[in-house]
């Protein structure tokens, strides 16, 4: 079973709105940084966006200040990425993760339980 499941992605224009999902089934939800990542073919996954499930800040890239938001539903064990104004250069593959902890440290690598992603396309 596929522990997370990312969905919401899609193709709008430059402007457009997006609202990402990520649906933690049959996973350890408490106690952990979740976060978005994206990856475009050729280059690193980069952290979008990152929250502790206890309650507390959000983290985002400067790349997406003020345009992304995160958010979660604990009841639901379910994340959020909300996405306005986008631009061409957020087209990419988008995942959640997550590490234990409170720390939402950036770097990909010490995330686990990656989804299968959802693609995001904006054009201009």
């Known amino acids: 079973q596929v522990p997370v499941v990312e969905s919401g992605g899609g193709s709008v224009q430059a402007g457009g709105s997006l609202r990402l999902s990520c649906v933690y089934s049959g996973s350890n939800y408490a106690n952990k940084c979740v976060g978005w990542f994206r990856q475009v073919p050729g280059n690193k996954r980069e952290q979008v966006a990152a929250l502790f499930t206890g309650g507390g800040g959000t983290y985002y890239a400067d790349s997406v200040k003020g345009r992304f938001t995160i958010s979660q539903d604990y009841a639901k064990k379910t994340l959020y990425l909300q996405m306005n104004s986008l631009r061409p250069e957020d087209t990419a593959m988008y995942y959640c993760?997550?590490?234990?902890?409170?720390?939402?440290?950036?770097?990909?690598?010490?995330?686990?339980?990656w989804g299968q992603g959802t693609q995001v396309t904006v054009s201009s």
């Open positions: 993760a997550d590490r234990l902890g409170s720390w939402c440290h950036p770097s990909s690598l010490t995330y686990t339980n």
